[in-house]
């Protein structure tokens, strides 16, 4: 038996075969359920093409503001990088780098880890770096909080709304499409795909 | 009476072999607890394998102890200040919530309820009877606490709702205006909170759940033999 076509569930240890699937199904652990691989379009084409679009709205999210107050005629606009300048400024250094890892810097680097790792499995480069992209990708991902914080700008647009004119902001669209394309993008790709395209002794 | 054995589940680990936590692919590992300093390479992937997530369990405890013991500034202590000309108010995570039912909006107060106060201690609780339950090898129902243990880690992230909010609120009522909004330590405490218990169940390792399952199957297996050889040898007196 190769080892490849071994699969050991990694949350309960269960050793099975692996079975071939057809496209769009997924194989979960016959014991306690868990999503062990699933077969996914053999171009990467809707992987980058996530990929890509995730990053453009990523771009916009942080340009533009996530909203506007309008008091006494004074407009304060408030984009990501001033939430985290003002947290900066209230000696709240903490919450300002929970805020930058949260909110750029773990969505950047999963993106551009996803990004180095699409080019070279669609065409077929040189694979260099494999397991530090992935494993930099893996490592970053349960920090991309992304939807959490939408929800609570809409709180707060909510509290907000009757105190004060609030215009919600085109970084809010921006967000939201940010999270239908990470959850599109995380859906789209497999893991098992991926490592079972990469020759040992290459990475 | 003869005992049939029972079929037991192969675990990798109880087969000598372990997937890589990385790529998947399936190695042998001489044993399952190796030496001091020793480290065996994924053949594909060159990352370290481990049977196990390492030192999961004492990891995972710290991690948690730390939390319980921050949860109580982080409710105690205000997350907020506000200050205008006329007043000053000090805001903990409850009376927030509080504000937000009386001003009307009580499916906001709810929502902000869930992931401020119910999530993290429903987390922290339940994590301390997963840990307890692979400490005193318990083999009870191993698939819901894996199923526990999935639950938990979808939710953590959601109680960083209310960090997310005293950030927003902050920057958009400014100096400019005449109300000035500042984060309190609170705040941090809070943010401290959720990200110790994200990082507990992170290390976490749910194959320890099924370890003790199969331990006692090995007993209840070991049982069956001696109870066989006995009415084994029963027979042939």
């Known amino acids: ?203 | 009476m003869i005992f049939t054995q029972r079929n037991q589940p192969p675990s990798a680990r109880s087969l000598g072999l372990g997937g890589c936590e990385v790529c998947g692919l399936v190695s042998r590992l001489p044993s399952a607890n190796p030496p001091l300093n020793y480290l065996q390479l994924c053949a594909r992937c060159h990352s370290p394998l481990h049977s196990r997530k390492n030192k999961s369990l004492s990891r995972s405890w710290a991690l948690l102890v730390t939390a319980y013991l921050l949860y109580i500034p982080a409710n105690m202590l205000p997350i907020m200040d506000t200050s205008s000309l006329f007043n000053a108010q000090r805001d903990t995570i409850m009376s927030g919530i509080i504000y937000l039912w009386q001003s009307g909006s009580w499916s906001l107060a709810l929502l902000v309820f869930f992931a401020s106060i119910v999530t993290p201690l429903f987390k922290m609780i339940t994590l301390t009877f997963l840990l307890l339950s692979i400490q005193f090898k318990n083999a009870w129902h191993p698939l819901q606490r894996t199923k526990l243990y999935r639950f938990l880690h979808s939710i953590g992230r959601w109680s960083m709702l209310d960090i997310y909010m005293v950030a927003i609120l902050v920057t958009l009522v400014q100096v400019k205006s005449l109300t000035v909004i500042k984060a309190s330590p609170g705040a941090l405490a809070f943010a401290a909170v959720v990200v110790l218990t994200m990082l507990a169940v992170e290390t976490f390792d749910p194959r320890l759940l099924w370890d003790s399952v199969l331990a006692q199957n090995n007993q209840l297996q070991k049982k069956f033999h001696i109870d066989n050889e006995k009415a084994l040898k029963e027979q042939h007196e």
């Open chain 1, 1 to 203: 038996m190769l080892p490849a076509l071994l699969i050991a569930c990694n949350q309960c240890d269960l050793l099975q075969y692996e079975v071939k699937l057809v496209e769009g199904e997924k194989a979960c652990c016959s014991r306690c359920n868990a999503l062990l691989y699933k077969n996914t379009a053999p171009h990467y084409n809707q992987e980058i093409a996530f990929t890509v679009s995730a990053i453009i709205m990523l771009i916009i999210a942080n340009m533009f503001p996530i909203a506007t107050i309008i008091v006494q005629g004074q407009v304060i606009d408030a984009t990501l990088f001033d939430i985290i300048q003002t947290l900066a400024m209230q000696q709240q250094n903490s919450l300002a780098l929970l805020v930058f890892i949260t909110l750029l810097l773990a969505p950047t680097v999963e993106l551009l880890a996803m990004a180095y790792l699409l080019m070279q499995l669609k065409w077929g480069w040189p694979k260099h770096y494999i397991t530090q992209a992935y494993r930099l990708r893996l490592s970053v991902k349960t920090w991309v909080l992304t939807d959490v914080f939408m929800l609570g700008v809409l709180v707060d647009l909510v509290k907000l709304t009757p105190i004060v004119t609030v215009k919600v902001g085109i970084a809010v669209w921006a967000l939201g499409g940010l999270i239908i394309l990470l959850t599109a993008l995380s859906q789209a790709f497999d893991t098992r795909k991926m490592w079972s395209q990469i020759d040992f002794h290459s990475t």
